[in-house]
């Protein structure tokens, strides 16, 4: 049984600014980390390689706790913390929800030849040997997406692609009408909890074009709004709450002291006695 003083410096060591700095530290390295690979191989690899390892999970965990630690040492707290303690608690949320996200988001491909309508998309995976993206396990939307038109703009007067578009009809059993939209790069299609995006293309041998969507799923997203929020709030209060609440709740007032009683020594006729 770990003793008092062993807990002590468990909870000492959790909720110390030295950690907080050597974790700091650890953690923009590791994000260096991933943006090497994500610009040397893709962004499918980053997510891969680093973000849905059991060792980032674990450095977001100790974190975590370290900030726990460091607002649980301030207790009690006075009024003009407020928006300290609120932003520590929107840097939580948003840490629960990217590991939520990299935990439990899927991310995968589909192929759709022009005219055809698809509804199974391939989960990536990545290929240790050459640290590239590839399909892997097949999943099944709950909906249909049929590509009405694919089209490669370009600059007047160049061979220089100015945006790729997808158009395509949504097929849901759940709706009696079609849902028509145009995915372009960065304009995705949200539906259903799905993001889906343009990613490439293929030429097919029959002459047609195929396009590539991203199709993702990011069931933090909600916390991530959540704790984002919470992180202004929290900065409004520490830049433009606090100073007022320090004047109104002065945390150094001087508390009233009982008066003492008057001995005989300090009576001005003791020495009279």
């Known amino acids: 049984m770990p003793t008092s003083r062993t807990l002590d410096r468990i909870w000492l060591f959790f909720a110390s600014v030295k950690v907080t700095i050597v ?5 923009a390295i590791v994000m260096s980390v991933g943006t090497y690979v994500e610009t040397a191989y893709s962004n499918g690899a980053a997510r891969v390689l680093v973000y ?5 999970d674990g450095l977001v965990a ?3 706790l370290n900030l726990i630690g460091c607002t649980l040492r301030r207790a009690p707290y006075k009024p003009h913390q407020a928006g300290w303690i609120t ?4 840097l939580l949320l948003i840490m629960a929800a990217s590991v939520i996200t990299h935990r439990f988001g899927l991310h995968g491909q589909m192929m759709i030849p022009e005219g055809d309508a698809a509804n199974v998309y391939a989960l990536e995976q990545i290929d240790r040997k050459t640290l590239e993206i590839v399909n892997g396990e097949t999943r099944q939307l709950p909906f249909s997406l049929q590509l009405k038109k694919f089209d490669q703009l370009k600059y007047p007067g160049t061979e220089m692609t100015r945006m790729f578009r997808s158009r395509v ?3 849901d059993p759940a709706r009696t009408d079609t849902v028509h939209y145009d995915i372009v790069l960065n304009h995705p299609l949200v539906y259903d909890g799905y993001k889906i ?9 029959d002459g047609r074009r195929a396009t590539v969507l991203g199709i993702a799923t990011d069931p933090g997203i909600i916390l991530m709004y959540f704790g984002g929020g919470l992180l ?3 900065m409004a209060g520490i830049f433009y709450l606090k100073p007022y609440l320090k004047r109104r709740f002065p945390p150094n007032a001087a508390r009233p002291q009982a008066p003492q009683r008057e001995t005989a020594a300090s009576s ?3 020495s009279n006695i």
Do not use: E, K
């Not at 849905?52 to 980032?56: G, S, V």
């Open 268 to 270: 001005p006729d003791a």
């Open 62 to 64: 100790l974190l975590a």
């Open 197 to 205: 995006s343009q990613a490439s293309f293929v030429d097919l041998p």
């Open 52 to 56: 849905r390892t059991w060792w980032f």
């Open 169 to 171: 009809d949504v097929w």
């Open 232 to 234: 202004v709030l929290g």
């Open 87 to 90: 932003t520590h608690i929107a």
């Open 23 to 27: 974790l700091l530290v650890l953690l």
